[in-house]
């Protein structure tokens, strides 16, 4: 099937910068939307950042000018350069894609399994 693997995150102090990237592999013909997703403790899960096949790019207001979403369609993989980090953002990150799959031949959507960022101040 298709398959989620995220790397990058840990504990960075305030101000710091960190590089999330969210690989996919499996049954994958082509990928549409990639996206990551946060949650915090006590949270709604949130979009943080978008991008489309077209590299048509949208951002949460809180991290715009902060973040940057970018893709290598390549190797079907997602990034996210997180710069000038907050306490704020401490979360846990999630990418998540719409793509469609070869096997099903459906377009379906899958989430990552979620990595722990922790900004201390």
């Known amino acids: 099937q298709v398959q989620l693997v995220e790397s990058g995150g840990g504990l960075v102090q305030a101000g710091g910068s960190l590089r999330l990237s969210c690989a996919a592999s499996?049954?994958?013909?082509?990928?549409?939307?990639m996206n990551w997703y946060r949650q915090a403790p006590g949270k709604q899960r949130e979009l943080v950042a978008a991008?489309?096949?077209?590299?048509?790019?949208n951002y949460h207001d809180s991290v715009k000018g902060r973040f940057t979403i970018s893709r290598d369609n390549a190797k079907n993989t997602v990034y996210l350069q997180m710069n000038s980090l907050k306490p704020e953002d401490t979360a846990v990150y999630y990418c998540?894609?719409?793509?469609?799959?070869?096997?099903?031949?459906?377009?379906?959507?899958?989430w990552g399994q979620g990595i722990q960022v922790t900004v201390s101040s």
């Open positions: 991008i489309t096949d077209r590299d048509s790019t």
């Open positions: 998540y894609v719409r793509l469609y799959n070869t096997r099903s031949l459906r377009v379906e959507a899958y």
């Open positions: 499996g049954s994958i013909f082509s990928i549409n939307t």
